[in-house]
């Protein structure tokens, strides 16, 4: 691992950052400029941005270097080998000074004013975990908002609750991006991302059950790019076996801690099986060949890990969920083919434009 030389900070001795970005960074030297400069340019400037360059076989190294060469608050970080984004997050949590840590991926977006507004938050509630609104950049251009947006308002401003108040929100996406922590908090729990894809399942679930102070931001802060051209979790591969892995962890803590955590099993199990569905539904995430195996372990999964006297939610995802706990894969197939059909037609409405 080699490090560019650090310049002098503007700061006084002694003092550290508000906030510590912390980017992983491989094969994203298309769109890693854009992203740095989105984080860059805003006017709250009270951070460090560690970039991690996760041996990187293209030019993204060198755009890096040269961020660094013109501003002071950015850090870089050359691995002598790739070893995921997670190993490289936790390579830049290791070295991060700030009072949060926000993990930004290289080839997505802080949108405009995310930083200011995300400072008068955490100078509000003084969070654990803060938890932001973000938009997904379609490849047309088109970008579309969070559809469980409407948990991130706030009853008043600075209002902080835990997962016991308020459990629906771990139907928020189980992303490290979507959140900025503090870092005592996180390095409190003794936390670290695991190795491979979904990586960020188990450290998110368990920061928002331990979470004493948790807040949100109804303002969309962060823009993640769909289905971006070679990203881990829209290549077809059988790492994608690992979100079954990543919520039997969560599970194994729950049931180790029946006490205390016991009661946010039925939340966790309805975010695990909307998780599966979505990764199954996602055009071409599961190979072909794997598509039954993969589908037998959600059904698995529906009956080792559903609640004692569980209730189905409503609508589609009702639906879904009965086709799973049967193993009914053919008419799964059916009714994917047929909702996808219906999602098509309301995108192309011209109300929607």
């Known amino acids: 691992m080699t490090q560019r030389p650090e310049a002098v900070p503007d700061e006084a001795p002694g003092s550290a950052p508000r906030i510590s970005i912390i980017i992983p960074v491989f094969g994203v030297e298309d769109e890693l400029r854009a992203c740095l400069d989105s984080i860059l340019t805003q006017s709250f400037a009270d951070i460090e941005v560690i970039a991690v360059d996760d041996h990187s076989?293209?030019?993204?190294?060198?755009?890096?270097?040269?961020?660094?060469?013109?501003?002071?608050?950015?850090?870089?970080?050359?691995l002598d080998r790739s070893g995921g984004p997670g190993n490289a997050r936790n390579t830049g949590l290791d070295?991060?000074?700030?009072?949060?840590?926000?993990?930004?991926?290289?080839?997505?977006?802080?949108?405009?004013?995310?930083?200011?507004?995300v400072g008068t938050q955490l100078a509000r509630a003084e969070p654990d975990v803060l938890l932001i609104g973000f938009a997904r950049l379609q490849p047309s251009g088109r970008t579309e908002q969070n559809a469980w947006r409407q948990l991130l308002r706030e009853p008043q401003p600075g209002h902080v609750f835990t997962l016991a108040d308020r459990p629906e929100v771990i139907r928020l996406t189980m992303t490290s991006w979507s959140k900025v922590i503090r870092r005592g908090f996180l390095t409190g729990l003794g936390?670290?991302?695991e190795h491979g894809i979904h990586e960020d399942v188990p450290l998110t679930c368990l920061l928002l059950l331990n979470a004493k102070r948790i807040a949100t931001?109804?303002?969309?802060?962060?823009?993640?790019?769909?289905?971006?051209?070679?990203?881990?979790?829209?290549?077809?591969?059988?790492?994608?076996?690992?979100?079954?892995?990543?919520?039997?962890?969560?599970?194994?803590?729950?049931?180790?801690?029946?006490?205390?955590?016991?009661?946010?099993?039925?939340?966790?199990f309805d975010r695990a099986i909307w998780h599966y569905t979505t990764i199954f539904g996602a055009p071409g995430a599961v190979p072909r060949r794997c598509r039954r195996a993969f589908f037998r372990r959600m059904c698995q999964h529906f009956a080792r890990f559903r609640?004692?006297?569980?209730?189905?939610?409503?609508?589609?995802?009702?639906?879904?969920?009965?086709?799973?706990?049967?193993?009914?894969?053919r008419e799964y197939l059916v009714m994917q083919v047929l909702n996808q059909a219906r999602i098509a037609v309301r995108r192309a409405s011209p109300e929607r434009q």
């Open 217 to 268: 931001l109804d303002t969309v802060c962060y823009v993640y790019r769909q289905r971006r051209s070679g990203a881990l979790t829209n290549t077809p591969s059988d790492d994608n076996f690992q979100v079954f892995t990543r919520y039997e962890q969560v599970f194994a803590v729950i049931d180790a801690h029946r006490a205390e955590f016991g009661q946010f099993r039925r939340a966790v």
């Open 57 to 78: 076989p293209d030019r993204s190294g060198e755009i890096l270097d040269g961020y660094a060469d013109r501003d002071r608050r950015v850090r870089v970080i050359h």
């Open 307 to 329: 609640p004692p006297a569980y209730a189905y939610p409503p609508g589609l995802h009702g639906v879904k969920y009965r086709l799973v706990e049967r193993g009914a894969y």
């Open 95 to 117: 070295l991060a000074a700030g009072e949060y840590v926000w993990f930004v991926d290289g080839d997505d977006l802080l949108a405009d004013g995310a930083l200011a507004a």
């Open 191 to 193: 936390l670290r991302f």
